[in-house]
């Protein structure tokens, strides 16, 4: 347009009217396109606004979608975990209950109870790697958050609110209790004499029945 102001000054001084109407209709033309192109230049700038916008909440939406991705694949893996866990405790309780009846006399049942032991050992080990503990027991304060009592009995060697036998061992996952622990409690001296011994039961599991090289922490 700057080409165009000397060439328009000086058809108007010659009075060329056909070539100032010329001028004045490239000059025109040349404003509205100009004008379009502001147009199409705001128009492109809105959209791209737009679209960052959209792209800002695209990321957002992505961003919460992986956080509740990974929410939902440790809860369920928690889950899958601590299902297999509590299938796995009866299993705990046979192992225990045979050990305790098993006297081996000849050398075969020796060699079938040391196998024994290899595979409790091993199972042992499984469960620790898990994060599994027992609940303790005997000689701890009854916790009804840890322990179910299922009787009290007078004991001398216990003073009263103290676990005195454990009937059904207990278990944790980290702080989570997979299964309390099922046991008897102190109620004190009572009618018992200071001369009396304690009539705890012997032979009972206690917290840390088991084998000693391999049993699961106690807590």
Not at 99 to 107: F, H, I, S, V
Not at 177 to 196: D, E, M
């Given at each position: 347009m700057?080409?165009?102001?000397?060439?328009?000054?000086?058809?108007?001084?010659?009075?060329?009217?056909?070539?100032?109407?010329?001028?004045?209709?490239m000059?025109?033309?040349?404003?509205?396109?100009?004008?379009?192109?502001?147009?199409?230049?705001?128009?492109?700038?809105?959209?791209?606004?737009?679209?960052?916008?959209?792209?800002?909440?695209?990321?957002?939406?992505?961003d919460?979608?992986?956080?509740?991705?990974?929410?939902?694949?440790?809860?369920?893996?928690s889950?899958?975990q601590?299902?297999?866990?509590?299938?796995?405790?009866?299993?705990?309780?046979?192992?225990e209950?045979?050990?305790?009846?098993?006297?081996?006399e000849?050398?075969?049942?020796?060699?079938?109870?040391t196998?024994?032991?290899?595979?409790?050992?091993?199972?042992?080990?499984?469960?620790?790697?898990?994060?599994?503990a027992?609940i303790?027991?005997?000689?701890?304060?009854?916790?009804?958050?840890?322990?179910?009592?299922?009787?009290?009995?007078?004991?001398?060697?216990?003073?009263?609110?103290?676990?005195?036998?454990?009937?059904?061992?207990?278990?944790?996952?980290?702080?989570?209790?997979?299964?309390p622990?099922?046991?008897?409690?102190?109620?004190?001296?009572?009618?018992?004499?200071?001369?009396?011994?304690?009539?705890?039961s012997?032979?009972?599991?206690?917290?840390?029945?088991?084998?000693?090289?391999?049993?699961?922490?106690?807590?």
């Amino acid at each position: 347009m700057e080409t165009l102001i000397p060439i328009y000054k000086e058809a108007i001084l010659d009075l060329d009217e056909k070539a100032v109407s010329d001028i004045e209709a490239m000059i025109c033309n040349m404003e509205k396109e100009k004008n379009e192109l502001i147009q199409k230049v705001a128009s492109l700038s809105a959209d791209i606004a737009s679209k960052k916008d959209n792209y800002i909440h695209l990321q957002a939406d992505f961003d919460n979608f992986r956080k509740r991705f990974e929410k939902d694949r440790l809860t369920f893996t928690s889950k899958t975990q601590l299902d297999l866990i509590e299938s796995l405790l009866p299993l705990v309780d046979n192992f225990e209950r045979a050990k305790q009846q098993n006297r081996p006399e000849t050398e075969k049942e020796k060699n079938i109870a040391t196998s024994y032991q290899g595979i409790y050992k091993q199972f042992v080990e499984t469960m620790r790697s898990l994060r599994v503990a027992v609940i303790g027991t005997v000689g701890k304060p009854f916790d009804p958050s840890l322990h179910e009592a299922i009787a009290r009995e007078e004991s001398l060697e216990f003073k009263e609110g103290i676990i005195v036998q454990e009937i059904r061992r207990g278990f944790l996952l980290g702080d989570r209790i997979l299964r309390p622990a099922k046991v008897k409690v102190s109620a004190g001296p009572g009618r018992y004499k200071a001369t009396t011994t304690s009539e705890k039961s012997i032979g009972q599991p206690t917290a840390t029945a088991g084998l000693d090289e391999s049993s699961l922490p106690n807590r």
